[in-house]
């Protein structure tokens, strides 16, 4: 089992900058893929990017790409998703998910965590 507990939502302005972050415990060994989620409401869940466990290797969903940066603490089992730009149309639940398999489709994602809440004001 891995647990993942999300942290860092809140209210920012169009423009601004927030820092999510997600630490992993139980057996991270396990995990080859750490990704991050969305889900507006009355949308459905949408992938927002990942990071693979060794390399670092990365990669993002066209709508955020250039302006969210993932990236992984390995000491502290953490990843964080730096978001800049934020746009209203990022207000979402964002929620952060591990995979055994590199790269993970999001059926693939075995374990999630409970969410953050993420709003952006224009």
């Known amino acids: 089992q891995v647990y993942l507990v999300e942290s860092g939502g809140g209210l920012v302005q169009a423009g601004g900058s927030l820092r999510l972050s997600c630490a992993a415990s139980g057996r991270t060994f396990s995990v080859y893929a750490m990704g991050w989620f969305r889900q507006a409401p009355g949308k459905e869940r949408e992938f927002v990017g990942a990071?693979?466990?060794?390399?670092?290797?990365?990669y993002y969903a066209d709508s955020v790409k250039g302006r969210f940066t993932i990236s992984r603490d390995y000491a502290k089992n953490t990843v964080h998703l730096q978001m800049n730009s934020l746009e209203p149309e990022d207000t979402a639940v964002y929620y952060c998910?591990?995979?055994?398999?590199?790269?993970?489709?999001?059926?693939?994602?075995?374990?999630w965590g409970q969410g953050t809440q993420v709003t952006v004001s224009s």
């Open positions: 990071i693979k466990r060794g390399s670092g290797s990365t």
């Open positions: 998910a591990a995979s055994s398999t590199w790269p993970a489709g999001v059926t693939e994602y075995e374990y």
